[in-house]
T-cell receptor, first 114, second 116 residues
Framework: NAGVMQNPRHLVRRRGQEARLRCSPVKGHSHVYWYRQLPEEGLKFMVYLQKENIIDESGMPKERFSAEFPKEGPSILRIQQVVRGDSAAYFC????????????FGPGTRLTVL | AQTVTQSQPEMSVQEAETVTLSCTYDTSESDYYLFWYKQPPSRQMILVIRQEAYKQQNATENRFSVNFQKAAKSFSLKISDSQLGDAAMYFCAYRDTQGGSEKLVFGKGTKLTVNP
């Protein structure tokens, strides 16, 4: 059984470019979560999605950031016009949508903005 | 808002000894879930143990156990017979379900060093 897959594992962008981070949840999981980890910090919640719906985006910056989880295909976290402060590790997690809802994490994408 | 506090930025333990990592949290909910995750140098987040608040019995997973004190809102992790592979960052997390969300709120972590 494959776990949560994230790609790319490392992404380098110059200021002003766009970053697209992909997450394929565990097979059968319908809930996806994105978290950001700045250096020397814990993970901070960004957004919670179910298929084709954003359930909670309270942790997403209001500008430049968007997320989707289409009916088919992976979840995408998109960062437009990246700035140096966006440099961080971005983790995706998934859960099956049952009450216990343990979240299983992917290996993360480390974004570096030059 | 729910908060999670890990008051020990760093801890160290001798191989084969026991160490306890502290975690406190703040919530007005009566039923909730708490988790400990391990993040080794590879940065992969690995679930260590989970506790349901309505269960009085402390969760255990092999060498890992918790001391859950609901009234004190304390959720410490005990690692017995520490091994070199236990060296990692350990994060305590609270599952926040307010408003229909299901996000995890993490503490800032404790860096555990295991000395041979």
């Amino acid at each position: 059984n494959a776990g949560v897959m994230q790609n790319p594992r490392h992404l380098v962008r110059r200021r002003g470019q766009e970053a697209r981070l992909r997450c394929s949840p565990v097979k059968g999981h319908s809930h996806v979560y994105w978290y950001r980890q700045l250096p020397e910090e814990g993970l901070k919640f960004m957004v919670y999605l179910q298929k084709e719906n954003i359930i909670d985006e309270s942790g997403m910056p209001k500008e430049r950031f968007s997320a989707e989880f289409p009916k088919e295909g992976p979840s995408i976290l998109r960062i437009q016009q990246v700035v140096r402060g966006d440099s961080a590790a971005y983790f995706c997690a998934s859960s099956p949508g049952q009450d216990t809802d343990t979240q299983y994490f992917g290996p993360g994408t480390r974004l570096t903005v030059l | 808002a729910q908060t999670v506090t890990q008051s020990q930025p760093e801890m160290s333990v001798q191989e084969a000894e026991t160490v306890t990592l502290s975690c406190t949290y703040d919530t007005s909910e009566s039923d909730y879930y708490l988790f400990w995750y391990k993040q080794p140098p590879s940065r992969q987040m690995i679930l260590v143990i989970r506790q349901e608040a309505y269960k009085q019995q402390n969760a255990t997973e092999n060498r890992f156990s918790v001391n859950f004190q609901k009234a004190a809102k304390s959720f410490s992790l005990k690692i017995s017979d520490s091994q070199l592979g236990d060296a990692a960052m350990y994060f305590c997390a609270y599952r926040d379900t307010q408003g229909g969300s299901e996000k995890l709120v993490f503490g800032k972590g404790t860096k555990l060093t295991v000395n041979p």
